[in-house]
């Protein structure tokens, strides 16, 4: 796994790099984007603010602005993404590696924690991550937990899963509590039916990866949640990465642990 | 002290109490109170988004909306709040007990943590509370601290003070950060200078407290620091709680504990 954050945003950068971000140990925050016109950001602003397990902020830019100042001021979030995906009017237009074409000057950019940033934590105390053995992407579902509503945008929480043995399971708990801002705790441990998984199999986004007989599932809130909300909605126009393919900043994991 | 929530309310409703908050031992989060016409929100909401430490934000109401259902569903945030404060233009314009007269169909009201939540936990521990002890308002000050600029939003961190001796300072900052949500932990400890403070015997809201001999001031990010912003914007109107007289929730102080 490359090692150097610059070497993997220029590939990003250049259109090498196209394959999910998870697995990459720089110790750099990965985070899910999502790019709206000026007239949809404050109800997407509320929508994150309601539901902050899902969508934790980590930064908002001002309209027209592709440089997020605070997370990453190097990077350009139109071409630093090794996947976008366009939606237009709720739905799936476009699947690009680049928007430099596609983009306004009302544009914000919303910089959300991801999981993946809590792997290497996890990783570090011994506990195997399996889609990253498996080289896949990880595999995330749409539950029947609901969304606070804000606006016209509401719909259910969208979660990723990582099977576990129980014992790793209890640790994960400890480890991921310690990084609210990049999803926090799990949401929910053992049972898929209780949140409308129907099978594991089958996720919506992402790779389904082996679980075996010794291990449950654990869920962790999503920064997909809101491409599958927008799904829900008539906005106009939205850009995001592609599941799994993530935006990474220049912050290091230990900077979102609290105690 | 009282300690039925109800009561206070109904006091507080009937304009009976017009007093401070502080020292309010039901268990019950304090809030502070922003209301805003709805063209405003946006930079607002950005800007405690940006500003976190010193407002953070428990709930957001839908325009027109005056009972905040997460927070605080049998309360009306018009009549709720022992005094409140009118800004017309950046400027103070009046001061009332209720602001039923003022309420317009586009308000959206921000409930943002106050620094009130963690006195009991503090109290909990042994830590003797200045202001509480000599039955004053906590002391509040302007500082050097810039707050993250959000659209005309700009200006200085407002912080509280209570003084404590560095023993009690250090469990202090242990207990206070487990109350993000509320501020969490101190902004500042032991000289005033350096974040701009001339005189702690001048506070620029609340009053002044005595500080013995070896004890060290220690500063909370403070939840008035939206007030001391709007008042350097242009804004046509804003309302909020007068400092100190703050917005009783039902959320209990534990459920803002984190670990």
Same mark, same amino acid.
């Given at each position: 796994?490359?090692?150097?954050?610059?070497?993997? #945003?220029?590939?990003?950068?250049? %259109?090498?790099?196209?394959?999910?971000?998870? +697995?990459?140990?720089?110790?750099?925050?990965?985070?899910?984007? =999502?790019?709206?016109? !000026?007239?949809? @950001?404050?109800?997407?602003?509320?929508?994150?603010? #309601?539901?902050?397990?899902?969508?934790?902020?980590?930064?908002?830019?001002?309209? %027209?602005?592709?440089?997020?100042?605070?997370?990453?001021?190097?990077?350009?979030? #139109?071409?630093? &993404?090794?996947?976008?995906?366009?939606? !237009? +009017? *709720?739905?799936?237009?476009?699947?690009?590696? /680049?928007?430099?074409?596609?983009?306004?000057?009302?544009?914000?950019?919303?910089?959300?924690?991801?999981?993946?940033?809590?792997?290497?934590?996890?990783?570090?105390?011994?506990?195997?991550?399996?889609?990253?053995?498996? +080289?896949?992407?990880?595999?995330?579902?749409?539950?029947?937990?609901?969304?606070?509503? @804000?606006?016209?945008?509401? *719909?259910?929480?969208?979660?990723?899963? #990582?099977? $576990?043995?129980?014992?790793?399971?209890?640790?994960?708990?400890?480890?991921?509590?310690?990084?609210?801002?990049?999803?926090? @705790?799990?949401?929910?441990? *053992?049972?898929? +039916?209780?949140? *409308?998984?129907?099978?594991?199999?089958?996720? /919506?986004?992402?790779?389904?990866?082996?679980?075996?007989?010794?291990?449950?599932? =654990?869920?962790?809130?999503?920064? &997909?949640?809101?491409?599958?909300?927008? $799904?829900?909605?008539?906005?106009?126009?939205?850009?995001?990465?592609?599941?799994?393919? $993530?935006?990474?900043?220049?912050?290091?994991?230990?900077?979102?642990?609290?105690?």
């Amino acid at each position: 796994m490359a090692k150097d954050v610059n070497n993997i #945003r220029q590939s990003i950068r250049k %259109g090498e790099w196209t394959k999910p971000t998870t +697995g990459i140990d720089t110790g750099n925050t990965q985070a899910n984007l =999502v790019i709206l016109p !000026k007239k949809d @950001a404050y109800d997407f602003l509320l929508f994150c603010v #309601r539901n902050p397990k899902s969508c934790p902020l980590l930064e908002v830019t001002d309209a %027209g602005v592709p440089v997020p100042d605070k997370t990453a001021p190097d990077t350009d979030v #139109r071409t630093d &993404v090794p996947k976008y995906r366009i939606y !237009k +009017g *709720g739905k799936l237009a476009d699947e690009v590696t /680049d928007i430099t074409d596609f983009w306004s000057d009302d544009f914000v950019s919303f910089i959300i924690g991801c999981s993946f940033t809590f792997e290497k934590p996890l990783l570090d105390h011994g506990i195997p991550i399996r889609h990253i053995d498996e +080289g896949r992407n990880v595999p995330m579902y749409r539950t029947n937990i609901p969304c606070e509503t @804000a606006g016209e945008l509401s *719909g259910p929480m969208v979660v990723s899963m #990582r099977p $576990m043995k129980p014992e790793n399971a209890i640790r994960a708990v400890q480890i991921t509590s310690r990084f609210p801002s990049v999803h926090g @705790a799990p949401v929910h441990i *053992g049972d898929p +039916g209780a949140i *409308g998984i129907t099978d594991l199999g089958k996720p /919506d986004f992402g790779d389904d990866v082996t679980i075996n007989d010794d291990e449950i599932p =654990v869920f962790w809130a999503c920064g &997909v949640t809101p491409q599958s909300v927008v $799904m829900n909605s008539t906005i106009d126009m939205m850009i995001t990465h592609a599941p799994g393919h $993530m935006f990474i900043t220049d912050l290091k994991e230990e900077e979102h642990a609290v105690l």
